[in-house]
């Protein structure tokens, strides 16, 4: 029981690190979808560090779907 219970957590750690691993793909929909989003937000963020996070993180992945960025 042990060892399949241990068996299992190794399997779903060694995919759960491995999904991060691998780049997305350049997708369209998603492209547009963070690249509107960082644009709507930097017009409308607050003025604090959570923003200014949140803010990068949008930018990072529209540019991550992006295929000209």
Same mark, same amino acid.
């Given at each position: +029981?042990?060892?399949?219970? &241990?068996? &299992?957590?190794?399997?779903? #750690? @060694?995919? @759960? $690190?491995? $999904?991060?691993? =691998?780049?997305?793909?350049?997708?369209? %929909?998603m492209c547009?979808? #963070?690249?509107?989003? @960082?644009?709507?937000?930097?017009?409308? +963020? !607050?003025?604090?560090?959570? %923003? =200014?996070v949140t803010?990068?993180?949008?930018?990072? !992945? %529209?540019?991550?779907?992006?295929?000209?960025?």
């Amino acid at each position: +029981m042990k060892t399949s219970i &241990l068996i &299992l957590l190794s399997i779903l #750690f @060694a995919t @759960a $690190s491995f $999904s991060d691993i =691998v780049p997305p793909k350049k997708n369209k %929909a998603m492209c547009k979808l #963070f690249t509107q989003k @960082a644009i709507k937000y930097e017009k409308t +963020m !607050r003025n604090d560090s959570y %923003a =200014v996070v949140t803010l990068e993180s949008y930018k990072k !992945r %529209a540019k991550l779907y992006c295929p000209d960025k």
